[in-house]
């Protein structure tokens, strides 16, 4: 019989250093889980994941047991990091912070692709292209 879930939590969590402090600890303590065990468990699975903020998804059981799903870094980080910028344009359309071109969107799309809601290779680089966009940074040939 499966297990009755009795909670999902989605924390952003930098790779390989979650700690029992906030936001981790408060997001977990009244869960009942053993903060400790989860945080061993994602900076375990997450610390070749360089020095992004990494999505979880932690599925709570009634019997205090859980499950772990990490995701893929935000496409607005690894676009960022791609093209060695710290932060994007405060003010996209007018203000351009940099350019990357169709193929490096290529090579973070093979990253970021299980995550994304299509199988569709070209939807898939539109939706990149347009957070390229609203990061301020030109996408070129």
Same mark, same amino acid.
């Given at each position: &019989?499966?297990?009755?879930?009795k909670a999902?939590?989605k924390?952003?969590?930098?790779?390989?250093?979650?700690?029992?402090? /906030?936001?981790v600890? /408060?997001?977990?303590?009244?869960?009942?889980?053993?903060?400790?065990? $989860?945080?061993?468990?994602?900076?375990?699975?997450?610390k070749?994941?360089?020095?992004?903020?990494i999505?979880?998804?932690?599925?709570?059981?009634?019997?205090?047991?859980? %499950? &772990?799903?990490?995701?893929?870094? /935000?496409?607005?980080?690894?676009?960022k990091?791609?093209?060695?910028?710290?932060?994007?344009? #405060?003010?996209?359309?007018?203000?351009? $912070? #940099?350019k990357?071109?169709?193929?490096? @969107?290529?090579?973070? @799309?093979?990253?970021k &692709? /299980?995550? @994304?809601?299509?199988?569709d290779? #070209?939807?898939?680089?539109?939706?990149?292209?347009?957070?390229?966009r %609203?990061l #301020?940074?030109?996408?070129?040939?």
């Amino acid at each position: &019989m499966a297990k009755k879930v009795k909670a999902i939590i989605k924390l952003q969590i930098k790779a390989g250093k979650a700690t029992p402090a /906030p936001p981790v600890g /408060p997001a977990l303590a009244p869960h009942g889980l053993n903060i400790a065990e $989860v945080c061993q468990k994602f900076n375990d699975l997450t610390k070749d994941k360089g020095n992004f903020k990494i999505p979880v998804e932690i599925t709570v059981y009634e019997d205090r047991s859980f %499950s &772990m799903v990490t995701k893929e870094p /935000p496409a607005a980080e690894l676009i960022k990091a791609t093209i060695g910028i710290e932060k994007g344009s #405060g003010k996209p359309n007018t203000k351009k $912070v #940099g350019k990357i071109t169709r193929d490096q @969107l290529k090579e973070v @799309l093979k990253q970021k &692709m /299980p995550d @994304l809601n299509t199988k569709d290779e #070209g939807q898939a680089l539109r939706t990149l292209e347009g957070t390229s966009r %609203s990061l #301020g940074i030109e996408v070129i040939d």
